[in-house]
């Protein structure tokens, strides 16, 4: 079946569909990970996107339950070079056109990918129509109909509708070593030495499994608690969540976390790390088409190192918004975009990437352990 991507300024792609039929509409997108699309299309912070893979091959490798990133897709289309004729590997137990069939995705192969990415370099990102119904002109009118993401509040559509402690497989995967007396393929968890309160404004699956693994006890709770609710939880730590849209459109959920600060250790990813620089006073911006891969380059202006990171943001912190007493930790080598802060005065700290990764690259796991530091320190 045929299917057309058409951008709001006009431009057209062709391909052939795949997985479900019909139209959808959202901001185009794209993802530079080589591997990990099954992560990418489960992760909450692409509710209202559809996504473009800038590598070339995809769902050589199937789908498993086993890397969801959240309990469904949250991606409004997805957008390919060439679609794997077969899905090879021990763990999968679906092809990626049969989970788009069930979970009613649109998918198009055949797309030049690299034009599609270049485009939106060029021009930023912007609305698109994914249609295997509509004709150019329609789908293009389509596109310039949806709503933009600026002002829009996705984090209603993803937040858990109750509060759950989180008990689920946490451990870590390993490989069987005689010579250690690894017998098994986890890693077994140690005793839970910290209780935290973890808001969910889109939470993926791998940053609660990194919180368990780093000794904390975490109670997920809904972006819509109150800070009186959490403060009566007594947790020894607050975390803050990544999750969609714009972080400035989310004014009660700033007023709640501001007055959170400084009666307990905070900890933000991503809209996290947005939604504390909100509550600081601060200013968000849409950039031009966002960071999204696992091979972002960020520097520690504390010290001096750069780390490889894992990115999925189409916002950034102002720093010149920002207080006197919030330090600017960590910028964007790319683009000089900050992607830290953290307090002076009180114990807060966040990053704008994502050190529990899932996918890409692990460099910076190590914040799991500073956020236990933090709260040892503030007993």
């Given at each position: 079946?045929?299917?057309?991507?058409?951008?709001?300024?006009?431009?057209?792609?062709?391909?052939?569909?795949?997985?479900?039929?019909?139209?959808?509409?959202?901001e185009?997108?794209?993802?530079?990970?080589?591997?990990?699309?099954q992560?990418?299309?489960?992760?909450?912070?692409?509710?209202g996107q559809?996504?473009?893979?800038?590598?070339?091959?995809?769902?050589?490798?199937?789908v498993?339950?086993e890397?969801?990133?959240?309990?469904?897709?949250?991606?409004?289309?997805?957008?390919?070079?060439?679609?794997?004729?077969?899905a090879?590997?021990?763990?999968s137990?679906?092809?990626l056109?049969?989970?788009?069939?069930?979970?009613?995705?649109?998918?198009?192969?055949?797309?030049?990918?690299?034009?599609?990415?270049?485009?939106?370099?060029?021009?930023?990102?912007?609305?698109?129509?994914?249609?295997?119904?509509?004709?150019?002109?329609?789908?293009i009118?389509?596109?310039?109909?949806?709503?933009p993401?600026?002002?829009?509040?996705?984090?209603?559509?993803?937040?858990?509708?109750?509060?759950?402690?989180?008990?689920?497989?946490?451990?870590?995967w390993?490989?069987?070593?005689?010579?250690?007396?690894?017998?098994g393929?986890?890693?077994?968890?140690?005793?839970?030495?910290?209780?935290?309160?973890?808001?969910?404004?889109?939470?993926?699956?791998?940053?609660?499994?990194?919180?368990?693994?780093?000794?904390?006890?975490?109670?997920?709770?809904?972006?819509?608690?109150?800070?009186k609710?959490?403060?009566?939880?007594?947790?020894?730590?607050?975390?803050l969540s990544?999750?969609?849209?714009?972080?400035?459109?989310?004014?009660?959920?700033?007023?709640?976390?501001?007055?959170?600060?400084?009666?307990?250790?905070?900890?933000?990813?991503?809209?996290g790390?947005?939604?504390?620089?909100?509550?600081f006073?601060?200013?968000?911006?849409?950039?031009?088409?966002?960071?999204?891969?696992?091979?972002?380059?960020?520097?520690?202006?504390?010290?001096?190192?750069?780390?490889?990171?894992?990115q999925?943001?189409?916002?950034a912190?102002?720093?010149?918004?920002?207080?006197?007493?919030?330090?600017?930790?960590h910028?964007?080598?790319?683009?000089?975009?900050?992607?830290?802060?953290?307090?002076?005065?009180d114990?807060?700290?966040?990053?704008q990437?994502?050190?529990?990764?899932?996918?890409?690259?692990?460099?910076?796991?190590?914040?799991?352990?500073e956020?236990?530091?933090?709260?040892e320190?503030?007993?």
């Open positions: 079946m045929d299917a057309i991507l058409a951008l709001e300024d006009g431009r057209v792609f062709r391909g052939e569909a795949f997985g479900h039929s019909g139209t959808s509409t959202g185009i997108c794209f993802n530079t990970s080589m591997t990990g699309y992560e990418v299309l489960t992760d909450p912070s692409y509710r559809i996504v473009a893979m800038t590598y070339p091959l995809i769902g050589n490798y199937g498993n339950p890397d969801a990133e959240s309990a469904c897709p949250h991606v409004r289309g997805f957008v390919i070079g060439e679609l794997s004729p077969i090879s590997n021990w763990r137990n679906q092809t056109p049969d989970y788009f069939k069930e979970h009613k995705i649109i998918g198009i192969q055949g797309v030049d990918t690299r034009a599609l990415t270049k485009h939106l370099r060029s021009l930023g990102a912007m609305r698109s129509c994914l249609t295997t119904q509509l004709s150019e002109a329609e789908a009118a389509a596109a310039k109909n949806s709503p993401m600026a002002g829009s509040d996705f984090v209603q559509e993803v937040t858990t509708a109750k509060a759950y402690p989180w008990e689920a497989e946490s451990r870590e390993t490989v069987p070593n005689a010579s250690t007396g690894q017998e393929c986890y890693i077994d968890l140690a005793p839970a030495k910290y209780k935290i309160v973890a808001y969910d404004f889109g939470i993926k699956f791998n940053i609660l499994r990194r919180l368990r693994q780093a000794g904390f006890e975490v109670d997920v709770v809904s972006a819509g608690t109150s800070a609710d959490v403060l009566a939880r007594d947790p020894d730590g607050i975390f990544n999750g969609p849209g714009d972080p400035g459109a989310l004014g009660d959920i700033h007023k709640e976390i501001k007055d959170l600060i400084g009666r307990k250790p905070i900890f933000g990813i991503c809209l790390n947005q939604i504390l620089s909100h509550a006073g601060g200013k968000t911006f849409k950039l031009k088409f966002g960071h999204r891969g696992g091979n972002q380059p960020v520097k520690d202006l504390r010290t001096g190192r750069i780390f490889i990171t894992s999925n943001h189409g916002f912190t102002d720093p010149d918004s920002l207080p006197p007493e919030i330090e600017v930790t910028v964007n080598l790319n683009d000089q975009t900050v992607e830290g802060i953290r307090s002076t005065k114990p807060v700290f966040s990053v990437y994502h050190p529990e990764a899932a996918p890409g690259p692990n460099d910076a796991s190590y914040f799991f352990q956020f236990a530091d933090l709260i320190k503030s007993k």
